[in-house]
């Protein structure tokens, strides 16, 4: 059952089923529990989409089912009673999980809207590398360095963004950021389409700001949406800085 700001009913449940849990092994039986999230595409909410689509726009991570099933499969193996990790100040229980407790953004983002990022107890999360360090941008320093430098030197030599290395340059930049604000720690295939990768609007948005701020050339979201593959966008940013630059 899931956990939802202003839904008692299930959070008393959950309570409940929780304590259910430490009960069992105070008999010596074996039990778990997984507390689970939003989920995208199994239950109520693919036949709601404006519901999940809701959720969506605060920030929220969903779901999906292979997900769940995993969580299942190891809890099942943590059934048994444990010791616990139990001091003066801490208690750990392996045999319950929360599941989908994460942000598509991180909590310092002013559009993020997660009704959970200011409270206390998940100021862990916040200082944990899964909130990207509250950072917006979200390729690594090596990256955003050899992006800097270059940008500045064609700023001065125009004529370096002539060059077919520089689309690509570009196209690895916005996909290795695309592929970060979906918390994904990969290397972007540059023939792969934007469409393919599943980003919806709202990560468009983040990217299109992205494109703004740190190549300094403008696309809509409409030419993000629409281009073909990840490289077209580094092609499409290559005309658009030499039609600026060059202007």
Same mark, same amino acid.
């Given at each position: 059952?899931?956990?939802?700001?202003?839904?008692?009913? !299930?959070?008393?449940?959950?309570? /409940?089923?929780?304590?259910?849990?430490?009960?069992?092994?105070?008999?010596?039986?074996?039990?778990?529990?997984?507390?689970?999230?939003?989920?995208?595409?199994?239950? !109520?909410?693919?036949?709601?989409?404006?519901?999940?689509? %809701?959720?969506?726009?605060?920030?929220?991570?969903?779901?999906?089912?292979?997900? &769940?099933?995993?969580?299942?499969?190891?809890?099942?193996?943590?059934?048994?009673?444990?010791?616990?990790? =139990?001091?003066?100040?801490? /208690?750990?229980? +392996?045999?319950?999980?929360?599941?989908? #407790?994460?942000?598509? &953004?991180?909590?310092?983002?002013?559009?993020?809207?997660?009704?959970?990022?200011?409270?206390?107890?998940?100021?862990? !999360?916040?200082?944990?590398? !899964?909130?990207? =360090?509250?950072?917006?941008?979200?390729?690594?320093?090596?990256?955003?360095?050899?992006?800097?430098?270059? #940008? @500045?030197?064609?700023?001065?030599?125009?004529?370096?963004?002539?060059?077919?290395?520089?689309?690509?340059?570009?196209?690895?930049?916005?996909?290795?950021?695309?592929?970060? /604000? %979906?918390? &994904?720690?990969?290397?972007?295939?540059?023939?792969?389409?934007?469409?393919?990768?599943?980003?919806?609007? &709202?990560?468009?948005?983040?990217? +299109?700001?992205?494109? @703004?701020? @740190?190549?300094?050339?403008?696309?809509?979201?409409?030419?993000?949406?629409?281009? =073909?593959?990840?490289?077209?966008?580094?092609?499409?940013?290559?005309?658009?800085?030499?039609?600026?630059? =060059?202007?």
């Amino acid at each position: 059952m899931g956990h939802q700001r202003g839904q008692s009913n !299930y959070a008393a449940g959950n309570t /409940f089923l929780d304590a259910f849990v430490q009960y069992r092994h105070s008999l010596g039986l074996p039990c778990s529990t997984v507390n689970i999230g939003v989920m995208e595409d199994v239950g !109520y909410l693919p036949e709601h989409p404006e519901k999940l689509n %809701m959720y969506r726009a605060t920030s929220i991570h969903t779901l999906q089912e292979k997900q &769940l099933l995993d969580a299942i499969q190891l809890m099942l193996t943590r059934s048994q009673l444990e010791a616990h990790n =139990q001091g003066s100040k801490s /208690f750990v229980n +392996r045999n319950q999980l929360g599941l989908g #407790l994460r942000s598509t &953004l991180p909590l310092s983002a002013p559009n993020n809207r997660t009704p959970w990022k200011r409270d206390a107890r998940f100021l862990a !999360y916040r200082n944990s590398k !899964y909130d990207m =360090q509250g950072t917006f941008t979200v390729t690594s320093a090596d990256d955003s360095d050899t992006l800097k430098l270059f #940008l @500045r030197d064609a700023r001065s030599n125009t004529s370096i963004l002539q060059a077919s290395e520089t689309a690509e340059l570009l196209a690895r930049a916005i996909g290795k950021t695309l592929l970060g /604000f %979906m918390l &994904l720690d990969e290397e972007p295939d540059l023939e792969t389409s934007v469409t393919a990768l599943g980003m919806d609007s &709202l990560i468009t948005i983040e990217l +299109r700001n992205w494109i @703004r701020q @740190r190549i300094g050339v403008e696309m809509s979201v409409m030419e993000i949406m629409g281009a =073909q593959s990840v490289g077209q966008l580094g092609v499409m940013a290559q005309g658009k800085l030499l039609e600026k630059l =060059q202007g």
